[in-house]
């Protein structure tokens, strides 16, 4: 059974996940490693957006930051990504459900 903490912890995660902005940083950030420069120069946003996104995503645990010299470097944290949503998923949409929309959509497709 979730805590008050971990409920709030989880919403934490999905509001961040809400913007297509955040959502973009992270599937950019799937590839490795990228400098907030490097993040910055892939959108037609300010900056400082930019630098809002990335607190969000930081505050949420869905990124981690590096320091080097005078340049910050952002790295995805895979595991909590994937704990967090697939435990929703697994929670709301259990395997068998799953395996039951596959089944159908293959004998559709027949």
């Not at 892939?42 to 969000?56: D, E, Q």
């Amino acid at each position: 059974m979730m805590t008050d903490t971990d409920v709030e912890d989880q919403a934490g995660v999905f509001r961040a996940l809400a913007d297509p902005t955040r959502r973009q940083i992270l599937q950019d950030l799937g590839v490795g490693e990228l400098s907030a420069g490097k993040i910055a120069s892939r959108f037609t946003i300010s900056g400082p957006s930019i630098s809002r996104h990335l607190g969000v995503l930081k505050s949420a645990g869905l990124v981690r930051e590096r320091r080097a010299a005078n340049r910050i470097y952002y790295s995805l944290v895979e595991e909590r990504l994937a704990l967090c949503v697939g435990g929703f998923l697994s929670a709301v949409c259990p395997d068998q459900v799953v395996l039951r929309l596959k089944r159908r959509t293959k004998e559709v497709g027949r």
